[in-house]
């Protein structure tokens, strides 16, 4: 696990940039992958990350969170690059989530997954921009709700309602109680 | 059609496939540039500088501008206060201050430094006031973050903030209890454009602000001590049982 330096004149040297990679690349290419709906976009912007990270590396403040927040903080800001040059909500098409043919599972169980996922996918993209963040913060790169809460800039408090009813608002879309 | 529960739709996230293929692509991308000979990439850093000032320079001839209204130009574009604006977030529509009897204000919630503990015992040790907890809580409920105020001093502030996890049937969701010490006759100005009602929690009167979101606060003091219960989740009814266990 990276560990997050401790005092504000400990900065991230390459080393440490190099571990945040190896543990969270999978995380944050997921959390871009299912934020914008689209491979492509979601390597370039996994690229983009960390090569701010490098590039900011100096500048990063044990004081002000962890190491796994400031990689998602980046993350976040650049989405909203994205979505502002793409227009907001505006999404490609939704690739179709790719599965690794597991000896563990029968085809039919795995084609229902790849659907399930499918269904995931499609689900998050008509949620708000915050709920969906929040979720994948959540979900996919396993912040907790005070970290969600400084990734997102608002209070603790208000963190966990946006989870709450971010979920509750993916819930019903997924099980077709509301309108799409 | 299949149904979902919050349990199984956790599951997916879990479960969603890492589809990045180029991993070592990229990460000889970004990090053989920093393997490269130090002479040559000062060489590098030099030529890049030299090349943005030349930049720079034109630029600022050409706009016939001032060189730092060419620099902010550059950076921001036109658009500098509506980029910076965009990142502001809404804050939440109930604000409130506890005052005491010469109207002076003892508190200020939303404070921004915290320090977490893993076990209320710890909280509750160290604490700056006896802190409270319900009796009675929803079936499948747990602590789940525990923070305490930490002042510039060092010393522990008088806000103590306790969020529970709970289930019911597969749906996750949190119940917030935070508690504020306000010293004696204290009283309560509650800030808000959303309607307010008054309900007794044991022979004490509350306050009770429902958001056009489905998110239930209710205020009280007892004690000495403003208590703020929240979810987004539970009834009114459920949330009050909760207020007059504690």
Same mark, same amino acid.
């Given at each position: 696990?990276?560990?997050?330096?401790?005092?504000?004149?400990?900065?991230?040297?390459?080393?440490?940039?190099?571990?945040?990679?190896?543990?969270?690349?999978?995380?944050?290419?997921?959390?871009?992958?299912?934020?914008?709906?689209?491979?492509?976009?979601?390597?370039?912007? #996994?690229?983009?990350?960390?090569?701010?990270?490098?590039?900011?590396?100096?500048?990063?403040?044990?004081?002000?969170?962890?190491?796994?927040?400031?990689?998602?903080?980046?993350?976040?800001?650049?989405?909203?690059?994205?979505?502002?040059?793409?227009?907001?909500?505006?999404?490609?098409? #939704?690739?179709?989530?790719?599965?690794?043919?597991?000896?563990?599972?029968?085809?039919?169980?795995?084609?229902?997954?790849? /659907?399930?996922?499918?269904?995931?996918?499609?689900?998050?993209?008509?949620?708000?921009?915050?709920?969906?963040?929040?979720? #994948?913060?959540?979900?996919?790169?396993?912040?907790?709700?005070? /970290?969600?809460?400084?990734?997102?800039?608002?209070?603790?408090?208000?963190?966990?309602?946006?989870?709450?009813?971010?979920?509750?608002?993916?819930?019903?879309?997924?099980?077709?109680?509301?309108?799409? | 059609?299949?149904?979902?529960?919050?349990?199984?739709?956790?599951?997916?996230?879990?479960?969603?496939?890492? /589809?990045?293929?180029?991993?070592?692509?990229?990460?000889?991308?970004?990090?053989?540039?920093?393997?490269?000979?130090?002479?040559?990439?000062?060489?590098?850093?030099?030529?890049?500088?030299?090349?943005?000032?030349?930049?720079?320079?034109?630029?600022?001839?050409?706009?016939?501008?001032?060189?730092?209204?060419?620099?902010?130009? #550059?950076?921001?574009?036109?658009?500098?206060?509506?980029?910076?604006?965009?990142?502001?977030?809404?804050?939440?529509?109930?604000?409130?201050?506890?005052?005491?009897?010469?109207?002076?204000?003892?508190?200020?919630?939303?404070?921004?430094?915290?320090?977490?503990?893993?076990? +209320?015992?710890?909280?509750?040790?160290?604490?700056?006031?006896?802190?409270?907890?319900?009796?009675?809580?929803?079936?499948?409920?747990?602590?789940?973050?525990?923070? +305490?105020?930490?002042?510039?001093?060092?010393?522990?502030?008088?806000?103590?903030? +306790?969020?529970?996890?709970?289930?019911?049937?597969?749906?996750?969701?949190?119940?917030?209890?935070?508690?504020?010490?306000?010293?004696?006759?204290?009283?309560?100005?509650?800030?808000?454009?959303?309607?307010?009602?008054?309900?007794? +929690?044991? /022979?004490?009167?509350?306050?009770?602000?429902?958001?056009?979101?489905?998110?239930?606060?209710?205020?009280?003091?007892?004690?000495?001590?403003?208590?703020?219960?929240?979810?987004?989740?539970?009834?009114?009814?459920?949330?009050?049982?909760?207020?007059?266990?504690?």
């Amino acid at each position: 696990m990276v560990t997050t330096p401790t005092t504000t004149s400990e900065q991230l040297d390459m080393a440490q940039i190099r571990a945040l990679y190896e543990e969270y690349h999978s995380r944050v290419f997921r959390f871009f992958r299912l934020h914008t709906g689209t491979k492509e976009w979601a390597e370039e912007l #996994l690229s983009a990350t960390f090569e701010r990270a490098i590039a900011n590396r100096r500048r990063f403040n044990a004081s002000k969170g962890t190491l796994e927040v400031w990689l998602f903080t980046i993350a976040r800001n650049l989405l909203r690059d994205y979505f502002r040059k793409a227009g907001k909500h505006r999404h490609d098409a #939704l690739d179709a989530a790719s599965h690794i043919i597991s000896a563990e599972k029968a085809p039919d169980e795995q084609a229902m997954l790849q /659907e399930e996922h499918r269904q995931l996918a499609e689900a998050l993209r008509l949620l708000p921009d915050r709920d969906r963040t929040a979720i #994948l913060l959540k979900h996919i790169a396993g912040l907790r709700t005070a /970290e969600i809460a400084k990734v997102l800039q608002v209070t603790e408090k208000n963190a966990s309602v946006i989870l709450a009813r971010g979920m509750k608002k993916l819930r019903a879309i997924m099980n077709e109680e509301v309108p799409k | 059609m299949s149904r979902y529960t919050e349990h199984e739709i956790r599951n997916l996230f879990a479960t969603f496939p890492n /589809e990045f293929i180029n991993h070592d692509q990229l990460k000889a991308k970004l990090f053989s540039r920093q393997e490269e000979p130090q002479a040559g990439r000062h060489a590098k850093v030099l030529f890049r500088v030299a090349l943005i000032a030349a930049i720079f320079m034109v630029f600022a001839v050409t706009t016939g501008g001032t060189l730092v209204a060419a620099l902010q130009s #550059l950076l921001f574009g036109n658009s500098t206060a509506e980029q910076l604006a965009s990142f502001e977030e809404p804050s939440t529509a109930i604000s409130f201050r506890i005052v005491n009897r010469s109207d002076r204000v003892t508190a200020a919630p939303e404070s921004s430094a915290f320090q977490s503990f893993e076990t +209320i015992v710890e909280l509750q040790a160290a604490a700056p006031f006896p802190v409270k907890l319900p009796t009675h809580l929803p079936d499948n409920t747990a602590p789940d973050l525990l923070s +305490i105020q930490k002042l510039p001093g060092g010393e522990y502030g008088h806000d103590v903030r +306790i969020h529970y996890k709970a289930l019911s049937d597969g749906n996750e969701y949190s119940i917030g209890l935070f508690q504020y010490y306000a010293g004696s006759e204290a009283s309560l100005d509650l800030q808000t454009t959303y309607p307010i009602q008054k309900n007794n +929690i044991g /022979e004490i009167e509350g306050l009770v602000v429902s958001d056009p979101e489905g998110t239930v606060h209710i205020y009280w003091i007892k004690d000495e001590v403003l208590f703020e219960l929240f979810s987004g989740y539970l009834e009114v009814d459920t949330l009050l049982t909760i207020a007059e266990s504690v």
